[in-house]
Nanobody
Framework: QVQLVESGGGLVQPGGSLRLSCAAS????????MGWYRQAPGKERELVAA???????NAVDSVKGRFTISRDNGKNTVYLQMNSLKPEDTAVYYC??????????????WGQGTQVTVSS
C-alpha cells in the first residue's frame, strides 16, 4: 500500500508565508513527477506546480515568483514554499504523485488535502 500524507496548511495573513509538505510512504519502487494542485470553492482543481524526478519544475503563472516547489528524493517528500500569499490563494491544496510500486504497478496518488486560508 502506498499513500501520500500532507501537512502544513493553515490560516495566514496576506503577504505571509506557508510551507506545505507531502510525504509518500509504503511499497515504493520509484517516484516520477510530483505536484501540487488546489481547488477553491466553486472552482475546478488546478495544477499549481510540479517537479520531475530529475528536478525540473513548472508552475502556473499566477504563482510564479511567489511559490517554489522542491523535492527530497531521499525522503520521498515534495514541498511547496508559498510566499507573498494573497487572498486568491485560498483553497484546499492537494499533493499528487506518479509512483511505481514494488509490484511494478504504476499509480497516480492524491493526498488528503490541506486547507490554506489567506485572510486578514
Amino acid at each position: 500500500q502506498v499513500q501520500l500524507v500532507e501537512s502544513g496548511g493553515g490560516l495566514v495573513q496576506p503577504g505571509g508565508s506557508l510551507r506545505l509538505s507531502c510525504a509518500a510512504s509504503g511499497s515504493i519502487r520509484s517516484i516520477h513527477a510530483m505536484g501540487w494542485y488546489r481547488q477553491a470553492p466553486g472552482k475546478e482543481r488546478e495544477l499549481v506546480a510540479a517537479v520531475t524526478s530529475g528536478g525540473s519544475t513548472n508552475a502556473v503563472d499566477s504563482v510564479k515568483g511567489r511559490f517554489t516547489i522542491s523535492r527530497d528524493n531521499g525522503k520521498n517528500t515534495v514541498y511547496l514554499q508559498m510566499n507573498s500569499l494573497k487572498p486568491e490563494d485560498t483553497a484546499v491544496y492537494y499533493c499528487n504523485a506518479d509512483i511505481t510500486s514494488l509490484f511494478l504497478r504504476r499509480l497516480e496518488l492524491w493526498g488528503q488535502g490541506t486547507q490554506v486560508t489567506v485572510s486578514s
